[in-house]
């Protein structure tokens, strides 16, 4: 019996979910058969675990509670724990994460009870991943500095290399992205020395990840390929898919939109193979993104359906709320500004309703570019500058530098250039701060905007000089692989024209000439 619950494991690690349930229904009914309650109960809690990987998240509930009455039946502690630890995750996965930590809780009292350091550990890992899905990422921090502390102190190294994991995704969310690749580098190293493949491909697939935030595609794709190919190398089906999609952001991010949906759908495909229902519907959400950034906003809108009726079949309340969010940037690219308010508005009752602070700020940001473009400033800065107030409360960087620049502009709309002028610098500062050279790039032409309409025209020319260098900077590093296409060159383009204008405003002819001849090279 035993041999089937190993053999179900090793399914699962190789993401094989179906057959991975096939050997666990097997080890069940030889527990059922010769009495095994104890057996029973960690059959019913690896079956929980594999529904929890397909994204049948409340079948998964069901297994673990049958795994959780067992134990309690039978007084086996550590299996209590573990099924707390476990239906804790499971309401992770459902985006109930109070009811996620108070299940953690548990699984830890239970741990530090019967004196399991290793599991002690896991408690904290898991309290650390759910105070991150609420965006209290300073109690994450602190839980997974516990994690980690105790998996040194056990000698478990791969415990230890995932702590750093996901300390460097929480630092990643806070735009502390230098920090985030430190602790990921921390990861593939232990990863390595161990043999941890599985480990070595999730931490290149972070760090690709951390990269992309830092506007480095081509490192990023670098890594991404790698976590590809290790998943190949040890026939991990969900790694390979979640390499895919990595690959598609990255794609779509520099433009080359025709490739993200290439790699999107082999995302599709290898999520459809495996049966997981919640990364089918993630993988119709990032082909609805490219399709967006395509300008196809009907398939768009069409996959992000898609996405949001899974969302609700399967009882994803963060991927539900993220479809919705979704639904109104494709609706506001379209024009439709009415129906990308009304989308954003139900984006932002599901992030308040679970508890989400990052996803309430996001949703506020969305709200706050919609009303922007309806002409309705005063409301825009409204809804920024609640944006703003939630990302210093939970310490997301890139989210408050985002608020600042989207207020800069909405001032300068409202002709306060003053206003604008102070939010924008605020902005460049924190792009600066993170090593955002893309946000440095955009900062410096809004505040040449600026200064322009306030008629500073020589600090507006410093700022577009500057930002036209920094994008070239950019265009210069990316030039690795000539099918590569730019995603931001209609801004670079802005940039180059309201440069040689503004020269020739102030009678520079020749400078002016110069810079069109640049720009045209």
Do not use: M, P
């Amino acid at each position: 019996g035993r041999a089937y619950g190993n053999l179900g494991n090793a399914y699962r690690s190789l993401g094989d979910f179906h057959k991975a349930i096939e050997y666990h229904e097997r080890r069940l009914q030889i527990a059922k058969e010769v009495g095994d309650k104890a057996g029973e109960g960690r059959a019913y809690g690896n079956l929980g675990n594999a529904y929890r990987s397909l994204g049948d998240f409340h079948k998964a509930i069901e297994y673990h509670e049958y795994h959780l009455q067992i134990a309690k039946e039978v007084g086996d502690k550590a299996g209590e724990g573990r099924a707390y630890g476990n239906l804790g995750n499971a309401y992770d996965s459902l985006g109930d994460f109070h009811k996620a930590i108070e299940y953690h809780e548990c699984d830890l009292q239970i741990a530090k009870e019967v004196g399991d350091k290793a599991g002690e550990g896991q408690a904290y890992g898991n309290l650390g991943n759910a105070y991150r899905s609420l965006g209290d990422f300073h109690n994450a921090i602190e839980h997974y500095e516990l994690d980690l502390q105790i998996a040194k102190e056990v000698g478990d190294r791969a415990g230890e290399g995932q702590a750093y994991g996901n300390l460097g995704n929480t630092y990643r969310s806070l735009g502390k992205f230098h920090k985030a690749i430190e602790y990921h580098e921390c990861h593939v190293q232990i990863a390595k020395k161990i043999g941890d493949k599985t480990g070595e491909g999730g931490a290149n697939g972070n760090l690709g990840i951390a990269y992309q935030s830092l506007g480095d595609f081509h490192k990023a794709i670098q890594y991404h390929e790698r976590d590809r190919d290790i998943a190949k190398e040890v026939g991990n089906k969900a790694g390979e898919g979640r390499a895919y999609g990595n690959l598609g952001n990255t794609y779509r991010s520099l433009g080359n939109f025709h490739k993200a949906i290439e790699y999107h759908e082999h995302n599709l495909q290898i999520v459809k193979e495996v049966g997981n229902k919640a990364g089918e519907g993630g993988s119709y959400g990032n082909l609805g993104i490219a399709y967006q950034s395509l300008g196809d906003f009907h398939k768009a809108i069409e996959y992000h359906e898609h996405h949001l009726q899974i969302a609700k079949e399967v009882g994803d309340k963060v991927g539900e709320g993220r479809a919705y969010g979704n639904l109104g940037n494709a609706y506001e690219s379209s024009g439709d500004l009415h129906k990308a308010i009304e989308y954003h508005k139900l984006r932002l009752q599901f992030a308040k309703e679970v508890g989400n602070e990052a996803g309430e700020g996001g949703a506020y940001g969305n709200l706050g570019n919609a009303y922007q473009r309806l002409g309705d400033f005063h409301k825009a800065i409204e809804c920024h500058g609640r944006r703003l107030q939630i990302a210093k409360e939970v310490g997301d960087k890139s989210g408050e530098g985002e608020a600042y620049g989207n207020l800069g502009i909405a001032y300068h709309s409202l002709g306060d250039f003053h206003k604008a002028i102070e939010y924008l610098k605020r902005d460049l500062q924190i792009a600066k701060e993170v090593g955002d050279k893309f946000g440095i790039a955009i900062s410096l032409n809004n505040l040449g905007n600026a200064f322009g309409g306030k008629g500073s025209f020589s600090s507006a020319l410093d700022c577009f000089s500057s930002s036209w260098s920094k994008f070239n900077e950019i265009r210069a590093h990316l030039q690795f692989k000539d099918k590569w296409k730019i995603s931001y060159r209609d801004t670079y383009n802005n940039v180059y024209n309201s440069l040689w204008r503004l020269h020739l405003s102030q009678g520079e002819v020749n400078d002016a000439l110069r810079v069109a001849e640049d720009g045209r090279a």
